[in-house]
């Protein structure tokens, strides 16, 4: 028995279910259920809210989750192996545990889910960041989570909440500080997974915002840093180069030095270079 719930320690159930993690699935598990409640707890009060799970793997966050009190949970998770350890979940909290199959880049969980909604999940690292951002640039804002509690790679929790002027500053920081607050809230050391990875983590918690810091169109918010960054050490006229021939008047229009780089350009500004792109 373990110490959140009546179910059996993470460690034997995987080893009852030959769960032998898989790197090509970006599989590093947690074990700790203390731990692993812990993180379902810096998600905020769950009563009263579905929770979206990425890539439950054995359980364990799953199991936080709702032993921190979820009103449901739908986990996707694209390792079938899995889907008996989790079917003892769904046996222990009874209407409150969905897991679907599947790659969570291709399937939609509104169809599932019913407001308030929080998202939380140990992402897998190979499509974390893509996640993310389809999270954070739906056309329409607020969208249809409440909050993410997501664990990443140190370095990767240090972008998103990346300031202006730092090496760590880029298209996520602009994305997640736009339209949420964004803070990390935990740290974890390699040894926390088993296997145990070759960086440290974080678990990043982002709150949506009622509404964008700044008005901006996403699609051409997010065109436009992503172009920018890629070639961050670049004046920005050149690094633009590619959104048209008059990009320096547009540039000016936004308020912005056309020989400025992208490290240097604020949130603020950005908005207003991609309102000046957008303009007829
Ligand atoms: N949540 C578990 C934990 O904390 O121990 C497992 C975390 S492990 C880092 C990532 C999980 O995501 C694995 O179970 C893996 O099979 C799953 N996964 C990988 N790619 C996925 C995808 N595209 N869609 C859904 N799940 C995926």
């Not at 939609?108 to 909604?117: E, G, V």
């Not at 954070?136 to 240090?158: C, D, H």
């Not at 048209?244 to 308020?255: F, K, M, V």
């Amino acid at each position: 028995m373990s110490t959140i719930d009546d179910l059996p320690p993470l460690s034997t159930v995987i080893e009852d279910h030959g769960l032998r993690a898989r790197k090509s699935l970006g599989q590093n598990f947690l074990l700790d259920l203390n731990l692993t409640a812990k993180i379902a707890r810096q998600a905020g009060d769950l009563t009263g809210c579905d929770v979206l799970e990425i890539g439950p793997g054995p359980g364990g966050l799953t199991r936080g989750l709702l032993s921190e009190g979820a009103r449901r949970v739908l986990a996707i998770e694209k390792d079938g192996r899995c889907l008996p350890a989790l079917a003892e979940i769904a046996t222990r909290y009874p209407g409150q545990l969905q897991v679907i199959e599947g790659d969570a880049l291709d399937i939609d969980p509104l169809a599932h889910l019913t407001p308030p909604i929080r998202v939380a999940a140990n992402l897998p690292y190979n499509v974390g960041t893509e996640l993310l951002v389809r999270w954070l640039t739906p056309p329409k804002w607020p969208p249809f989570w409440q909050s993410l509690t997501l664990m990443f790679q140190r370095e990767v929790a240090e972008r998103i909440v990346a300031v202006p002027g730092s090496k760590a500053y880029g298209r996520l920081a602009l994305l997640a500080q736009w339209r949420c607050e964004a803070r990390i809230v935990m740290g974890l050391p390699p040894e926390a997974f088993t296997p145990a990875p070759k960086v440290s983590s974080a678990v990043v918690h982002l709150t949506a915002l009622p509404a964008p810091k700044f008005e901006a169109d996403a699609e051409v918010l997010n065109r436009v840093v992503a172009m920018a960054f890629n070639q961050r050490r670049k004046m920005l006229r050149s690094a633009l180069k590619g959104m048209g021939a008059d990009i320096e008047d547009r540039l000016n229009a936004a308020g912005i030095k056309p020989t400025e780089r992208a490290e240097q350009v604020s949130l603020e500004e950005f908005c207003a270079l991609a309102r000046a792109v957008a303009a007829p």
